[in-house]
């Protein structure tokens, strides 16, 4: 088994008066990572999912001695899909507040359904954590740097889902699957969803532009919707955990762009999947793009897992002035430039090394990448 990076951290939360909430999209492994520490605790614990009509019914609008009585001498009480049950906040702060002795752990595939029912009910009652597909980190623990390293042409075409990791030969089809309505499962039950085909075409054409600055008004023209439909559905993908978004660095320069977007994949085979492209990366037109993607969304990762507070934007100028990472942290600024190619000589815009002396800057390529995302 992969070991995941959240499972030593979570287990360090264990029993400290608190509920422990896990998000991720559906498929990275939330449960497979819960079971494994529950494992290790040797203790019994209650398994719930919020898929199940009996357990949606004994878990909302419930009471402490109802759940007293369900769970019994359990000590850890683990709700999977908990964004499912009605009022889920209210019963998890009935476990925190009057079970004092019980560990109460829950699993959401879509934040905006958990998030909103658990903030107020536990402000400061709770531990949150993010689970992301498998990473190049976590994958050079698992087999070595070497190893990893020769696989990145694969990552970038078929991603890091666990299910495709585990099962080579099979990437193609298990993508397709996963890419299909499962994992937008959670978008799909909402009525906020009116049109699931144009959410098919939004994503194709968000999964053709990555790399580049989107204008939701052409993309809206592209798809046959409007402004405001692009814009709410780009944020419920963005909730759903399919896609991310990069805002515009600006500062100082008056000729900056200010406010544009940039959109990507938290995994490459799932973009690839949408777009129905699984060629290899030496004969692609977009391997530049999908670089970027990978590089990017294994950063998030990276700092995400290490509890590293950073702020991401991209950068570019009026006059096509472009640099592909900007992360400011605190006081600190960096920019990065992604490059495919190991010996193409890069410079950064001298516009923005005037105005921002202070920012440190670095060329990533696949010879450096470890430097960027695992060490």
Known sequence: MIQRNLQTIIQDRLFKGKAILLFGPRQ???????????????????YMNGDDADAREILTNTTAAKLKSVIGNTEIVFVDEAQRIPNIGLTLKLFTDQLKNVQVIATGSSAFELSSHVNEPLTGRKYEFMLYPLSFSEMVQHHGLLEEKRLIEHRMVYGYYPEIVSKPGEERELLKLLAGSYLYKDLLMLDQIKKPLLLEKLLKALALQVGSEISYQEISQTIGSDYKTVDKYIDLLEKAFVVFRLPAFSRNVRNE???????YFYDCGIRNAII??????????DTGALWENFLIAERM?????????????????????EIDLIEEETDRLRAYEFKWSKTEKVRFPQTFTDHYPQATTQVISPKNVEEFIAL
């Open 28 to 46: 990275v492994g939330k449960s497979t990572l819960i079971h494994a520490i529950l494992e290790n605790q040797n203790k019994g614990f209650t």
């Open 257 to 263: 762009i200010k406010k544009g977007k940039k959109v």
């Open 276 to 285: 129905n492209n699984f060629k290899p990366v030496n004969v692609r037109i």
């Open 301 to 321: 990762k990276y700092l995400h897992y290490r509890n590293i507070d950073t702020t991401f934007y991209f950068w570019r100028t009026t006059q096509q002035q």
